[in-house]
């Protein structure tokens, strides 16, 4: 039971180049989330998929897209991106419904942008 | 808006010391309320939670008390670790996913 896994670890980007950020979970979880940590801003959500075949704008929406390419998978993707998206990046999921606050998460991405 | 408003760290303390680390929100109602601890090099668990005023979430020696005359949820551990450096996130649940603080880094010396 790996829980939450994501891939890449660690990602170097040129500006305007684009990536998928990869995330997987083996819970049977409804719900996954996609949330970046920036120092002293702690975790803003980016989007959230309630449940298979649904997603939703968080609070920070901007410059990414998601795909909930199953109900194990999440990706998010950047399609050109910028020095201000240099950030740790996280995965989680929960359950859903009323138990959306209990989420696990994954080991994160580390992203930097040049 | 909701939110949630944490003491700035870092905080320093002599392992055994007792810890509190502060948590006010500010709400319409009295949504959860929750702790979450990020060790180094790994993402967010779950601490402990309070789902009503006057409720006391408790974990692994560690304890907060949603306290609504002060809005408050004070995270609180008698003697800490050095096993407890890390950093610590107050949150609130809207409803579909969580929103939080902006985190307090915890560092236990010897």
């Known amino acids: 039971n790996a829980g939450v896994t994501q891939t890449p670890k660690f990602q170097v980007l040129k500006t305007g180049q684009s990536m998928t950020l990869q995330c997987a979970q083996d819970?049977?979880?409804?719900?996954m989330y996609w949330y970046r940590q920036d120092p002293g801003m702690g975790l803003r959500l980016i989007y959230y998929s309630a449940s298979e075949g649904t997603t939703d704008k968080g609070e920070v929406p901007n410059g990414y897209n998601v795909s909930r390419l199953n109900k194990r998978e999440f990706s998010l993707r950047l399609e050109s991106a910028a020095p201000s998206q240099t950030s740790v990046y996280f995965c989680?999921?929960?359950?859903?419904?009323?138990?959306?606050?209990?989420?696990?998460f994954g080991p994160g991405t580390r992203l930097t942008v040049t | 808006g909701n939110s949630v408003t944490q003491m700035e760290g870092p905080v320093t303390l002599s392992e055994e010391a007792f810890l509190t680390i502060n948590c006010t929100y500010t709400?319409?109602?009295?949504?959860?309320l929750f702790w979450y601890v990020q060790y180094p090099g790994e993402g967010l668990q779950l601490l402990l939670k309070?789902?009503?005023?006057?409720d006391k979430g408790s974990n692994k020696g560690f304890e907060a008390t949603y306290r609504k005359e002060t809005t408050s949820f004070h995270l609180e551990k008698g003697s800490v670790q050095v096993s407890d450096s890390a950093v610590y996130f107050c949150?609130?649940?809207?409803?579909?996913?969580?929103?939080f603080g902006k985190g307090t880094s915890l560092l236990v010396t010897p």
């Open positions: 989680a999921s929960s359950k859903g419904g009323d138990r959306s606050y209990e989420q696990y």
């Open positions: 949150a609130w649940d809207p409803g579909y996913a969580l929103n």
């Open positions: 819970m049977n979880h409804n719900s």
């Open positions: 709400a319409t109602g009295y949504p959860s």
């Open positions: 309070a789902t009503k005023a006057d």
